[in-house]
């Protein structure tokens, strides 16, 4: 089975192929400070060959929702200083994932703040989870370029934070409707100036990020996560193939690792989008090391793998039900199913009592 053949990312020697992919989990206390299940949830899963913790904010201005971690203060970052001395102790390796929500947030949760954006478009179609329920989504405040530059050093300064907390590198959380896809994103970036109009301007963001975290940390312990084509956050794209493809192209030229590409749900299918699958269209442009993900099992992962385009493969909610996967996998054994109901928010239940295999 080659998702459990031994390999190399960058510097880090990794003991299989499959990683546990980023997921939030809200059960942060309300300075987003993680604790001892924390510690215990990461380290049940070490013997996935890399973990990625669940998004953390980059800053104050970067939550979105309640009991989301941070890594700006000195108790948070000591507090992931623990998690990640665990993983290690259990001979794991872990990333940390760098979060910015922008609209993706509510004043509710940021003690009455608006969330802020490239522009003031408000996302529609949705309901934002808060810790007063369901709410729609409010119309974000746009950002000026001076806030734009803080951001980027924001990025910066939690990545060198990542890496004192003893973190194996950090990931720019680029998917999933986040401020990055927002200022990649026709639907959501209307700005006329150097973030915004054509395509260069509209991935220039993204591109000074990664530029930042490279400076900040070294490109061996960066990465990038990409969701082209899932329209998740209400992101759309005239032209999704021709964004990525620059896009890609650009970070082609930039000296860091890998890059995870999240491939698009059956959930959420855009009509006007081509069918490709996203790692034949854009993981062979891309140079650096490929991780995918979304919606694998074990047989369409080795299937991934035998193409000879990905390194690794990501898995979301079975490492989250399973916290033995790759023995799993390996013993060609039943699946804990994941409950829905604990996924967010709440305690030890549905975090970290999923049974193993052997127990
Ligand atoms: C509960 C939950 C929380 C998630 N939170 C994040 C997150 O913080 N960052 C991220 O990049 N993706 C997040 N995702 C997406 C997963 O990382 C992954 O891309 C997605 O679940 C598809 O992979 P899968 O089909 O193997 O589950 C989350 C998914 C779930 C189920």
Partial sequence: MNLIDKTQLGSLPLKNRMAMSAMTRSRADINGVVGDVHVQYYTQRVSAGLIFTEAINISEQAIGSPFTPGLFTNEQIEAWGKV???????????????????????????????PVAPSAVAITGMKHFTSEGPKDYETPRELTVGEIKQIIKDYGQAAKNAIKAGFDGVEL??????????????NANKRFDAYGGSIENKIRFVLEVMQELIVAVGGDKVGIK?????????????NPVETFTYLIGELNKLDFTYVELMRRSAAFPVPSYPNDDEIEL?????????????????????????????KLISFGTLFLANPDLPQRFEKDTSLNQPDRATMFGGGAQGYIDYPFLNA
């Avoid at 390796?93 to 003690?111: N, Y």
């Avoid at 959380?173 to 026709?186: E, I, K, S, T, V």
């Avoid at 990409?226 to 005239?238: A, C, E």
Wanted: glycine share 12%; proline share 3%; charged share 20%.
């Fill in 84 to 114: 990640a001395n665990a993983v290690h102790d259990n001979g794991g390796i872990i990333i940390a994932q760098l979060w910015h929500t922008g609209r993706v947030g509510h004043s509710v949760d940021r003690k009455g703040i608006l």
């Fill in 173 to 186: 959380h680029a998917a999933n409707g986040y401020l990055p896809n927002q200022f990649l994103a026709d």
């Fill in 226 to 238: 990409l969701s082209p084509f899932h329209p998740y956050g209400d992101i759309l794209f005239d």
């Fill in 282 to 310: 854009f993981g062979k442009q891309v140079k650096h090391s490929i991780i995918a993900n979304s919606g694998y099992d074990k047989a369409s992962a080795e299937a991934e793998l035998k193409k000879g385009i990905a």
